[in-house]
T-cell receptor, first 113, second 114 residues
Framework: GENVEQHPSTLSVQEGDSAVIKCTYS??????FPWYKQELGKRPQLIID?????GEKKDQRIAVTLNKTAKHFSLHITETQPEDSAVYFC????????????FGGGTRLMVKP | NAGVTQTPKFRILKIGQSMTLQCAQD?????MYWYRQDPGMGLKLIYY???????DKGEVPNGYNVSRSTTEDFPLRLELAAPSQTSVYFC?????????????FGSGTQLSVL
């Protein structure tokens, strides 16, 4: 089955700096890669996703890049703010496979004011 | 819409006890899932369902059972609770399960087995 590795497990940045979280996946058939944000004590919520036919996607301060050849994808957050502090999870799945998402282990991002 | 509703929010069980975690969604989603999240870890899929009457095992199904008698409800049953089942449990749903639609999560159930 699919295996998703996520790094780093913790990341501390100063407010205004950029943050990058990286994930690798094992199944070359995976073609859908979402990112979820989980604030302390809350439920995970989708923040951005990308499909395999796209190399990059951007939504305001958040961007995701995908390298299918190397089987890795990354989340980029620019101009970080204290409210970006949370745990971020990457995931991977195969379209039309019941949305069986395999999640990475998570990255705890701390943005220091 | 209430979205995905989970009950209870917290529960403490003794070893060997049983309980059912309730999950209901009012979005007419056909795909539903149960995940567990251990402290500092990612989400592991326990069971999932692609529609009423259909269920299948995920990555970590041992010690759990599910049923899907209606589109709205997807309860998770723990039989003979063990300390290893101490975790936060999330129920989630999505419309078509086409792998390109976001999961809507419930608020979670924090379970401790002592």
């Amino acid at each position: 089955g699919e295996n998703v590795e996520q790094h780093p497990s913790t990341l501390s940045v100063q407010e205004g700096d950029s943050a990058v979280i990286k994930c690798t996946y094992s199944d070359s058939a995976s073609n859908y890669f979402p990112w979820y944000k989980q604030e302390l004590g809350k439920r995970p919520q989708l923040i951005i996703d990308i499909r395999s036919n796209v190399g990059e996607k951007k939504d305001q301060r958040i961007a995701v890049t995908l390298n299918k050849t190397a089987k890795h994808f990354s989340l980029h957050i620019t101009e970080t703010q204290p409210e970006d502090s949370a745990v971020y999870f990457c995931a991977a799945s195969i379209t039309n496979a019941g949305n069986m998402l395999t999640f990475g282990g998570g990255t705890r991002l701390m943005v220091k004011p | 819409n209430a979205g995905v509703t989970q009950t209870p929010k917290f529960r403490i069980l003794k070893i060997g006890q049983s309980m059912t975690l309730q999950c209901a969604q009012d979005m007419n989603h056909n795909y539903m899932y149960w995940y567990r999240q251990d402290p500092g870890m990612g989400l592991k899929l326990i069971y999932y369902s692609v529609g009423a009457g259909i269920t299948d095992k995920g990555e970590v199904p041992n010690g759990y059972n599910v049923s899907r008698s209606t589109t709205e409800d997807f309860p998770l049953r723990l039989e003979l609770a063990a300390p290893s089942q101490t975790s936060v449990y999330f129920c989630a749903s999505t419309k078509r399960g086409g792998a390109d639609e976001k999961l809507f999560f419930g608020s979670g159930t924090q379970l401790s087995v002592l």
